[in-house]
């Protein structure tokens, strides 16, 4: 077990690790020392070493070090063997992930020759194609996928693997609308929205990935949350750019950090105004989590029964979603 650990912390340097999760230092007096401000905890000076030799950290200001392992388990609150297995993860996505790259281009494909996808999005309100194009959005109209991957050599025990095809041999995605999830920049899982009497939405049985469009929106100082792709793709054709997306309410550690790492960041949280108030409460929670950080959160509230989507769809302006978030109460 040890050697398999070092063997781990050895293909995966500490501080190749911090730089994937947007570390920024500077050399710290010689060349295998680099000090930046801490991951770890909210704070104004950079107290947080990294011994590029020693493959070790430090914080002199929340006390705590150790090797990049410890660093996984205070970073995303997980247990050691939990630890282990999310480096593990990330040191083999490179297996899927372009399997996962075509199966979305080869739906991109099918949306510009699918009426009735598009139409579904022209339903749902998303309509501007530069939109459409940078949020990846796809059409998968079932019962084709399998062929198509099989042309380009993946094998049909992979795919299941994957759960892109099911045991039966079917697609797993059928008369849905497509999104990619990625993280570090690379395509973790795709979620599907069905368009017809199906469930409403799917993930594949894995990760859901970091905030959705995080390398776009991850230097803006007021940062706009959002429930679901199709509030952020109506958000975002409205002219608000600095709106991320965490699919659902409830936030990874990972998407907690990324929403929060960030000194001085005004977060505006607008969840669906549901009827049995889940949406509101989700939002009162986080709201409360990130003001502990010290993060500025404000809840927005939108006319009753609606989220962005349907929001925008019933005809609000810009102006209109503006003046709610001038209106936003902050915790």
Same mark, same amino acid.
């Given at each position: ?69 410890? #660093? ?33 281009? #080869? ?92 469930? +409403?939405?799917?993930?594949? +049985? ?49 998407? #907690? ?13 607008? #969840? ?60």
């Amino acid at each position: 077990m040890g050697e398999d650990l070092e063997r781990l912390k050895q293909r995966f340097p500490l501080l190749e690790y911090l730089q994937r999760h947007n570390w920024s230092a500077r050399p710290a007096g010689t060349p295998q020392e680099f000090v930046g401000l801490c991951p770890l905890h909210r704070e104004s000076r950079p107290s947080f070493y990294v011994n590029v030799r020693k493959n070790l950290f430090y914080c002199h200001g929340c006390g705590r070090g150790g090797d990049l392992i410890r #660093f996984v388990e205070l970073f995303l609150n997980l247990p050691f063997h939990q630890s282990i297995a999310h480096l593990q993860r990330e040191l083999t996505p490179v297996s899927t992930s372009p399997l996962l790259e075509q199966t979305l281009a #080869f739906y991109q494909l099918q949306l510009h020759r699918s009426s009735e996808g598009a139409r579904y999005l022209e339903q749902r309100g998303v309509h501007d194609p530069a939109t459409i194009e940078e949020l990846g959005i796809g059409y998968a109209p079932g019962g084709n996928l399998r062929r198509h991957l099989a042309t380009l050599g993946y094998s049909l025990e992979l795919l299941r693997d994957i759960s892109l095809i099911d045991h039966q041999g079917r697609d797993a995605f059928c008369r849905r609308v497509i999104f990619p999830c990625r993280q570090y920049g690379q395509i973790v899982n795709l979620y599907g929205r069905s368009i017809g009497t199906a469930f +409403p939405h799917r993930l594949l +049985p894995r990760s859901k990935g970091g905030l959705v469009a995080w390398d776009s929106v991850r230097r803006s100082a007021t940062v706009i949350l959002v429930e679901g792709l199709f509030d952020l793709a109506v958000v975002w054709q409205a002219g608000f750019r600095n709106t991320t997306c965490a699919i659902g309410t409830h936030l990874t550690p990972l998407q #907690f950090h990324q929403l929060s790492e960030q000194p001085d960041r005004v977060v505006y949280i607008v #969840f669906d105004q549901d009827a049995n108030q889940a949406g509101q409460c989700a939002a009162h929670q986080l709201a409360q989590r990130l003001a502990d950080v010290k993060v500025p959160a404000h809840v927005v509230q939108l006319p009753a029964g609606h989220d962005p989507n349907s929001y925008f769809v019933a005809g609000a302006t810009a102006g209109d979603f503006t003046d709610c978030l001038e209106r936003a109460q902050r915790l």
